[in-house]
């Protein structure tokens, strides 16, 4: 019978990682995703699993042994935040564009200047064009079942692509929660044996990885990876319906929370769905029509499905926890604000940037944010807001 | 250790038709260090001459397992690729006793500069791997631009031989000596134009566990303007003067080798440094009147250096 643990975000994804016992872990320490390694190698240490553990020199050499791990033809998990994921994003497209299933867990930090070590989505924000499937996690338990269906969903023979799980610094990464976890058994049969393609390892069939590929081919090679992110999407609803059939949980590409009949409805990701889904229970029970959607999925970005989510809302924020300087709005609105222009009704959308460096967010703020969308006359300008900062 | 006989007769894995040019220090290098070992091999390469030539898609010159992932990170991915393999023979996945050796390449500029970092960590770190640089003395794929590896007074294409600089103002990183202070079981140095040496440098290192460097040098006609025919000769030249001398480092135990060996104990003797400069164009400006001191400067250097590696291999 599967345990129930109280266990942080961090030690979530750790003991996700012993029970799917990749064959080699490489990732370099930095804060708030120290305690996930920490964590993996005391089971490495005592033996628990049969990982190769690489304590590389840097997270760009983490990522270039992932590729050159995974490349060779097994199972590769690594970890990383921040900075260390910008020291690493050169080799990020890199592992993308070889089509390598590596599932990396990023505990979303701000970038630096000013260094900051606190929860924002500007670090994996910056890999939005990588090629990375990207899966934003609310809580401990969701990282934790994201960790399996991550390996299932990137070593799919359609997909073959690497899978970003995120997760708030701090907020999710230091925080202790039940986690109910499966079986070890029970988590092996789920992710199957690894299937490896192409492997480096086959002597006997000899494969060149990463050529020089010219104005002649290198477009096509492009082509194929849009190919892969589309495939990626029923494989990921698929591979999300069967963890379901396992252990009863379903998450699917995002959640509808009162969402059906709603008037008003906040889009977001992460933690700050946990805080919104608190809002939404106080005004629901005041009789207002309000909903939440929490995007899980946002590589690839599911446009027809949050079109269908939000069809007949009048009036929606997007909180969005990163900035893109200089465009009009952040990744998540420019992303949904994109996906309704195809709809007959077009609502109106308005984007809240909000939490950069950490700052945190409330209840307050949020039932301000749908207070906004609740009075709305007709027509509401797009604009672009700045929750919780001084000046706004 | 099989003879030229022998060699000739093993399969090229580095295959012709790869568009590296001709006289190119790298591919001689590399045909020479497939051929002189029977294991499998598992290879990777920074970006550089050697890989953009070599695998041009949809073609590869490689006959063996090839990976090229970036251009400062040869050894890391070689060190994933090993991590993998002893992970794999772990599980059982591979059997126990299967042997396949792992070789990284690099250019002098991917590993003397951007990848230093990268080749120090998987040295550091144990894995079973051959890291070995071809030394041609600056960037030559994007162009002939100095590196740490050039030496002093060479024209490039960032330290041209100008009316008030006559070319690089500082003399080489001494790489092979920084990679020493790793304390590995076993590095060298190596010239292709004594291959024999080469050879029996790779069959040695070949049946050492853990981390092994090879620094080699790499002539580059289009870079050090020289006709193509003269690169073995060059080669040569190099040692000849000690400008670059051949030995090996065996769990801190230096030796001199080969010609370089011959030299130390007054075997052969060592011709000036002069006469290796003369042999290439970007060397010429050197020549010219006013240049005499940096002429001198180079000789003494060269000197202090030979003379440091003479003491150490304990003539």
Redo the contacts between chains.
Sequence with gaps: MAKSMALTGNFAAAYATKQINPHVVAAYPITPQTTMMEKFSEYYANGEVDTELICVESEHSAMSACVGAAAAGGRVITSTAANGLALMFEIVYIAASNRLPIVMCVMNRALSAPINIHGDHSDSMGCRDSGWIQIYNENAQEVYDTMFMATRIGEHKDVRLPVMVNLDGFITSHKIEKVDTLEDDEVRKFIGEYQPVYPLLDIENPVTYGPLDLTDYYFEHKRQQVEAMKKALPVIKKVSSEYSNLCGRDYGIMEKYHLDDADCAIVTMSSTAGTTKYVVDKLRAEGKKVGLLKVRLFRPFPAEEIREALAGIKNIAVLDRSESFGAFGGPLFSEVRNAMYDTDERPNIVDYVFGLGGRDINAVQIEGVYKRLMDAKDKMPGDVNYLGVRGD | MANLKQLTEREERLTGGHRLCAGCGASIIVRQILLATDY?V?V?CATGCL??ST????Y?A?????????F??SA?????????????K??G??PADQK?KFIAFGGDGGTYDIGI??L???L??GHDFMYVCYNNEAYMNTGIQRSSATPKGAATTTSPAGRAIPGKKQYPKDLTEVIAGHHLPYLCQVSPGYYMDLLKKVEKAMEIDGPKFMNAFSPCPRGWRHASNASIDIAKLAVDCCFWPIYEIENDKYELTGQSKLIATGKKEKVPVSDYLRSQGRFKHLFAPGNEDVLKGIQEEVDRRWEKLVKLSGY
């Design positions: 499998p598992v990777s890989e953009v695998t041009i898609y949809p590869t490689w006959k063996n397992p090839f990976i090229h992932n970036a400062e990170n890391a991915t070689i060190s994933g690729a090993e991590a993998m393999f002893k992970a794999k772990r599980k996945e591979i396949v970092q990268s120090s960590g998987a550091e770190r």
